[in-house]
């Protein structure tokens, strides 16, 4: 006996209208790429875990194609004094972080004999050379220009981390706000594009000792400060998972780009991107 759903009872969901032929409409794949995306993988070695590494970086840069988008909303809501918009967006961007910090838990389950049937074939390629890692940390404030030189072979990639740098960061537009809101501010530290990394400044100290010191008479500035710890929590904890995941890989064998490997990454662990913010916590 066979059922009205299919053969031997098995469901067949045409049976209450879904879809199920595409030649002449737009498919779940189409609208995905897929056929580009999962044919984007080419292992260069015949090391099975060389498609994990593969993957676990790609998808990586996927993740924070998005968390620039986002970055970008989220500053130009705060510049527009669209505050509840800028909150969303930035919970959203620790949780993307949150995505990131979670990739390395499955790159750890590569052994150091797994990595090394593959890491010649890697050349001299390297995380340290991302450009929307460097797009997001000048965003974010930790604007290092020396970075730049991995990227002079690509002028178009050159040409986004210039107009990046032409922009107010992050910071500077928060900062920006809590001028418009009645605090002192200089105008330089908030209009003028930074052209190297923050370092703390005594009046943005102040400025954040009285937002944290009444928070009720400063919400706005109280909750976006908050937001912005949580994605600088995120931020670390993701460099000390990079860390700890590639000493667990290599030691402390140099990088493949030429970096000290984990010695390098340890400096990385000291770079703080909203100082006054952290450090306000120590004088309340």
């Known amino acids: ?8 009872g098995a469901y067949d969901p045409a049976t209450e209208g879904a879809e199920t ?10 609208y995905l790429g897929l056929s580009q995306i999962l044919t984007a993988q080419s292992p260069l070695s015949d090391a099975p875990d060389e498609l994990l590494f593969i993957i676990q970086h790609q998808t990586s840069e996927l993740w924070m194609k998005l968390m620039l988008h986002e970055l970008n909303g989220a500053r130009q809501a705060i510049i527009d004094d669209h505050m509840p918009e800028a909150m969303k967006l930035l919970a959203r961007v620790s949780r993307i972080m949150e995505q990131l910090n979670s990739a390395w838990d499955v790159l750890r389950t590569m052994t150091p004999s797994d990595y090394t049937r593959f890491r010649d074939a890697l050349g001299a390629s390297s995380g340290f050379q991302s450009l929307q890692y460097r797009l997001i940390e000048y965003a974010l404030g930790n604007r290092n220009t020396a ?18 740098l032409e922009r107010p960061s992050l910071y500077q537009v928060v900062l920006s706000f809590a001028r418009r809101s009645g605090f002192q501010i200089d105008r330089e530290l908030t209009e003028v594009p930074a052209a190297e990394p923050h ?16 928070p009720s008479a400063h919400w706005a500035l109280y909750e976006v400060g908050e937001k912005l710890v949580d994605l600088e929590d995120y931020f670390r904890r993701w460099r000390f998972n990079h860390v700890t ?4 890989v290599i030691g402390f064998k140099r990088g493949t780009g030429g970096t000290g490997g984990v010695s390098y990454l340890k400096r990385m662990l000291e770079v703080e991107l909203f100082p006054e913010l952290w450090h306000v916590r120590t004088v309340l």
Request: hydrophobic share 30%.
């Open 21 to 30: 032929a595409f030649s002449d409409k737009m498919s779940y794949s189409d």
């Open 147 to 164: 970075m730049m030189r991995p990227h002079e072979h690509d002028p178009k990639g050159v040409a986004l981390l210039r107009t990046e």
């Open 245 to 248: 995941t590639v000493e667990r």
């Open 199 to 214: 370092r703390e400044v005594p009046e943005i100290m102040e400025l954040w000792r009285a937002v944290y010191s009444d």
């Open 1 to 8: 006996m066979t059922d009205s759903n299919g053969p031997g």
